[in-house]
């Protein structure tokens, strides 16, 4: 799909995704995204909204989220119409997050990870009773969330959030269904992968646990567990 808005010459094409795409001038502190014109429900208010509750929810994590700004020819205009100025953050290509181990992190690093699992982990037990946002872990390389060459880690994408609104919604006692409910069984997929690589868990120590038992049944465990190891990502 054709984009309305591109920036101007010597920015650089950096990342895709199913609806926008990432330019980059070299050597600019700042990247920018646009928007396809196929993504109706993404508006304006969307990303400024979604942006701010990320910001809140990470508060303890003041260098998570980079700094953006989008800017808008109305507020009613169509997404593939705006533009998203974001601080660019030079990731460090030698730790992608599904093909390393905790003993591969400085004692610093992987204090960050743990910070932010455990923040995540706050939001999913609250998405049982109310409406939570939950950050995108799903992205297929594993790369929105990575650590930046200065050893922060970074959530490099803030517009695609998981409503656990799905999840409130399951009858006391029944578990997810994971052919229906893909996205969050990929979600907690990733949130588990996290929890062994980086906070020590075992596979019992995960079947155990009631925040992911609460929507998993034993026989999708093993399916989830599995589906990590195919990609590589070990349990």
Known sequence: MALLTLPRT????????????????PGSRWCVQVFKMDCPELTAAKVRREYAYLVEAYSGMPGLIPRQRLFAPADNAHISRV??????VQVDTSLPLNRIHGDDLTPGRRAQLQL????TRGLLARGATEEMLLPDLNDPRFTNLAFSTAGALRLLDTNRLISTAKLMRLPKGETLNLARRRIHARWLRRLMYLEATFNSQTRDDLRRDPLFSRYLALADFEALFNDSVALGELL
């Open 10 to 25: 010597h920015y650089q094409r950096v990342g895709e995704g199913n609806h926008s795409e990432v330019y980059h001038r």
């Open 83 to 88: 533009l998203l100025v974001k601080e660019w």
């Open 116 to 119: 932010f699992i455990a923040i």
